[in-house]
């Protein structure tokens, strides 16, 4: 079992720049998938970005010129760069961690882009 913490949200202006991070802790794979997922009021939650134990990355479409995720050098933590980021990316910013058919979600990161 894991336990997810998210952290690195905030208030940003339309153009800036944030940075998102997740620790992991417990008992992790050697096999895994982790990521983020986002929900913006009233709508569903989307993918983002995720990353493989073996550093495989895939983003979603529209997100992957401004978005970067990467993993830390040890396994327990992903990050995500946001840049360039518009009004339309505010959301609530959920960290995965998925392995063995199992998913754990972090608690959420609130992430607002408003002048």
């Known amino acids: 079992q894991v336990q997810i913490v998210e952290s690195g949200g905030g208030l940003v202006q339309p153009g800036g720049s944030l940075r998102l991070s997740c620790f992991v802790s417990?008992?992790?794979?050697?096999?895994?998938?982790m990521g983020w997922y986002r929900q913006a009021p009233r709508k569903q939650r989307e993918s983002v970005a995720q990353?493989?134990?073996?550093?495989?990355?895939n983003y979603d479409a529209s997100l992957k010129d401004r978005f970067t995720i990467s993993r830390g050098n040890d396994k327990n933590t992903v990050s995500l760069q946001m840049n360039s980021l518009k009004p339309e990316d505010t959301a609530v910013y959920f960290c995965?961690?998925?392995?063995?058919?199992?998913?754990?979600w972090g608690r959420g990161t609130q992430v607002t882009v408003s002048s």
């Open positions: 417990g008992s992790i794979s050697d096999d895994y998938v």
């Open positions: 990353i493989t134990s073996i550093n495989t990355t």
């Open positions: 995965f961690y998925f392995s063995r058919g199992l998913t754990t």
